[in-house]
């Protein structure tokens, strides 16, 4: 079956860098529109970024400039290089994969930015 499981999380400084990993299996994962979303307490869950199968990558406002989403076809994983992070950003970060009316998500990594 479809997995997709994130790592990289943690607790950084204002500031900081993480990179998160989602690494996928039990789909043809070069196909698929892979997606970074986050969720804070008390907030809904929102999308940071997406990228398509042939690269193409779009972001949300807050995030553009300080994060990069990549992905590795060959190695079925995504990435989000997250930089000059700000306690805004200190979320439960969820992977996704969608294409036409399929979605998976992850479980989900903790992100803290804090002093």
């Known amino acids: 079956q479809v997995q997709l499981v994130e790592s990289g999380g943690g607790l950084v400084q204002p500031g900081g860098s993480l990179r998160l990993s989602c690494a996928a299996s039990?789909?043809?994962?070069?196909?698929?529109?892979m997606g970074w979303y986050r969720q804070a307490p008390g907030k809904q869950r929102e999308l940071v970024a997406v990228?398509?199968?042939?690269?193409?990558?779009n972001y949300a406002g807050s995030v553009k400039g300080r994060f990069t989403i990549s992905r590795d076809n060959v190695k079925n994983t995504a990435y989000l290089q997250m930089n000059s992070l700000k306690p805004e950003d200190t979320a439960v970060y969820y992977c996704?994969?969608?294409?036409?009316?399929?979605?998976?998500w992850g479980q989900g990594t903790q992100v803290t930015v804090s002093s």
């Open positions: 996704n994969a969608r294409r036409l009316d399929l979605q998976y």
């Open positions: 039990g789909m043809a994962f070069s196909i698929y529109v």
């Open positions: 990228i398509t199968g042939g690269g193409d990558t």
